[in-house]
């Protein structure tokens, strides 16, 4: 099916290098389950420096708060929300106290022209992918009828507490 101009003017905006960037520099961020603060922190920065309207959403406990980014529509449609998690099984800590590991998560194989890592598969890519499509209609200047609402969030991967197994 053949785009619009504004379709083509969206995609257009698109910066495939930005994307991948986005998603390797998301997926080397260590934040598994119940340490999501430092990417909680990192899109919320990137949000910000984008110009969406942002916000901390500090439900689960200190420390943990979810993120919400909103490109506002003109009020009058419905509402696009996007969602993905923050937590990744990558650097999770075995033993109560164990230290986080640091270091790259993601890589890219340029021959390929894939990205590699199990943060950016499960759920960073996605996220990168919704956070730079949001980007490039904002930067369009085409006024969408509703809002794009992106909720970045805590715990998808954790186990959730469960009979005499209670966590923070």
Do not use: C
């Not at 340490?35 to 901390?56: C, H, I, R, T």
């Not at 420390?63 to 449609?77: F, K």
């Not at 909720?151 to 009979?163: A, C, F, L, Q, S």
Request: hydrophobic share 40%; proline share 5%.
């Amino acid at each position: 099916m053949p785009l619009n101009t504004e379709q083509q003017k969206v995609v257009s905006l698109i910066n495939e290098k930005e994307l991948v960037d986005l998603a390797v520099t998301m997926s080397s961020i260590t934040a598994p389950s119940g340490y999501e603060q430092p990417m909680a922190d990192y899109v919320l920065q990137w949000l910000k420096s984008n110009g969406f309207d942002d916000s901390f959403q500090q439900l689960v406990s200190d420390g943990r708060s979810n993120t919400i980014g909103v490109l506002r529509g003109a009020g009058a449609g419905r509402k696009l929300i996007f969602n993905s998690h923050m937590d990744s099984e990558q650097g999770m800590p075995t033993r109560v106290g164990e230290e986080l590991p640091q270091g790259p998560r993601a890589w890219v194989d340029e021959k390929k022209r894939r990205i590699f890592g199990q943060a950016v598969q499960n759920d960073r890519g996605p996220m990168a992918a919704f956070m730079i499509a949001t980007k490039a209609i904002q930067n369009s200047g085409i006024k969408l009828a509703g809002d794009i609402v992106m909720t970045m969030v805590v715990g998808e991967i954790g186990m959730g507490p469960v009979d005499e197994f209670r966590g923070a």
